[in-house]
């Protein structure tokens, strides 16, 4: 069946440096991708999705390329905030029936001032 | 963005008690609203797909018997977790389908944390 694998957390930066959050899927047909953010003590929050190949999902300084070849949604932004300090989860949908959310394990991100 | 609301946020209950968890979404209509569980530092475990007017469709391993959902309208799902024992502690997540922006996005709700003591 479809999944979503992330890379393995927690990660933790210094404030203004470089993030990455790696994100690959295995799924049969062409599905929609997503990242969700966490903050702690709270629900899901749509952080950006692409709904086709090379399509990139942007929000707050975050942007994420659907890469249909190498199957990968990698998270990144150039320079993290304290405030960043979160869990992302990568998703997809399989667009087909109940189109269910699929999600990669999480990886929790700890910014240091 | 569509705003979706629980309630309660927070629920501590005795073993043998059923309660009930409310998800509705505020500005939008759902024919289909989803329930997940969430282990600490755990991804999210789908549970169940609530389908407006129609019996909810279970994932494989979830007791339908035991988390009792109804859909009775566009914008209201609830979840009743019924003879509640401690392994049904969990932080329990719903979400929404919306499509009013032209193309399917589901928006969350923040959670519900049940203790069963």
């Known amino acids: 069946g479809d999944s979503v694998t992330q890379m393995e957390g927690p990660v933790t930066l210094s404030e203004e440096a470089f993030l990455t959050i790696n994100c690959t899927y295995t799924a049969t047909g062409y599905p929609s991708l997503f990242w969700y953010v966490q903050y702690p003590g709270e629900g899901l929050q749509l952080l950006l999705k692409a709904t086709k190949a090379d399509d990139k999902g942007s929000n707050k300084g975050f942007e994420a390329t659907y890469r249909k070849e190498t199957t990968s949604f990698h998270l990144e932004k150039g320079s993290v905030q304290v405030s960043d300090s979160a869990v992302y989860f990568c998703?997809?949908?399989?667009?087909?029936?109940?189109?269910?959310?699929?999600f990669g394990q999480g990886t929790r991100l700890t910014i240091n001032p | 963005g569509a705003v979706v609301s629980q309630h309660p946020s927070w629920v501590i209950c005795k073993s043998g008690t059923s309660v009930k968890i409310e998800c509705r979404s505020l500005?939008?209509?759902?024919?289909?609203m989803f329930w997940y569980r969430q282990f600490p530092k755990q991804s999210l475990m789908l549970m169940a797909t609530s389908n407006e007017g129609s019996k909810a469709t279970y994932e494989q391993g979830v007791e339908k018997d035991k988390f009792l959902i109804n859909h009775a309208s566009l914008t209201l799902s609830t979840l009743t977790v019924t003879s509640a024992h401690p392994e049904d502690s969990s932080f329990y997540i719903c979400?929404?389908?919306?499509?009013?922006?032209?193309?399917?996005?589901?928006?969350f709700g923040p959670g519900t944390r049940l203790l069963v003591l």
């Open positions: 500005d939008f209509q759902a024919t289909t």
């Open positions: 998703a997809l949908s399989d667009r087909r029936g109940a189109q269910k959310l699929v």
């Open positions: 979400s929404a389908r919306d499509w009013t922006s032209g193309e399917e996005t589901q928006y």
